[in-house]
């Protein structure tokens, strides 16, 4: 059984997480979507509600799939969040060469840490490629229009 682990603080949930979850799906058994929890900042959105959309956004569509989904938050590294779960992959999206900068760090750290936990990088669909949930919080903040960048699930929930 293929368990993935998708870290991330989905704060809020964009198209541009949707598009790496759905292709995701395809290639685990088991996805656990954990959404970063940081004592410093403020969220935007509780956990409670980043995992209801989470869930409701993709839940149909996993089970469809005959993909086991979960919903976790965590607050410590993530390659132990991975070993708890008994994830070998961790799942990351790559929108451009600055993602890439940062998340090929990342990853030689984690896997020095953690050689067993493999990850692996999905290159974002063009038509989401340039979403960022910090953006997508600055445009909410000055009274923007959301809408293109998140699912309907979000909009209802603000
Ligand atoms: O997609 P995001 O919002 O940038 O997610 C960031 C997240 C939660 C994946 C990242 O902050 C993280 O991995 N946090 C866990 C702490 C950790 O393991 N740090 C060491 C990495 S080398």
Known sequence: MRVGLYPGSFDPITNGHIDIIERSLSIVDKLIVAIGVSATKTPLFSFEDR??????????LAKQKGVELSVVDFNGLLVDEAKKHGAGLIIRGLRNAE?????????????????????????ASPDVSFISSTLVRQILAMGGDISPFVPKVVLENI
């Open 99 to 123: 993602d890439f900068e940062y998340e090929a760090q990342m990853t030689a750290m984690n896997r020095a840490m953690a050689p067993e936990v493999e990850t692996v990088f999905l290159t």
């Open 51 to 60: 995992a209801a959309m989470i869930d409701s956004e993709i839940g149909a």
